[in-house]
């Protein structure tokens, strides 16, 4: 299993998910252009030493990212049709966020093989990334016994 983000645009958020993915044992895709330079300050506070270990793979578009995916594309998105608690997950499943801002655009939404959302109370909106990631992962783990021993 890997996480995937798509152009991400707070450096904090991006070093949190490097921090979870090293502490987890999962590989990261970074689909540019980031929002924030890549050795931003932020990144590397919210990464702290962890970050360095973490398996990271930059890919400098979307059809560069596209072209080398294997597995199936899992969206996670406030506009899926699948609520986490009822996807399957597989082991070689790659979980990709939108950016903070914006999201993931309509041929990133057409190209995955599950559209995601995480169940919210009414009149919230949608959670953050890294927090999203973290529970996501958690459940993708869970289901195919992929925690660290």
Known sequence: M??????????????????????????????EPCGFPWGDRALKRAGMDYAGLARVTRHADWESFDAALTGRLVLLTTKGETR????????????????ESAGAPPPVHRRAGLRVRIPQVAGTRSLNIAVAAGIALAEGLRQTEGWPL
């Open 2 to 31: 890997r996480l995937a983000l798509y152009q991400p645009d707070q450096a904090g958020n991006v070093g949190t998910i490097l921090r979870l993915a090293a502490c987890l044992g999962v590989a990261v895709d970074i689909i």
């Open 84 to 99: 986490l608690d009822a996807a399957r997950f597989a082991p070689d499943d790659l979980l990709l966020l939108g950016s």
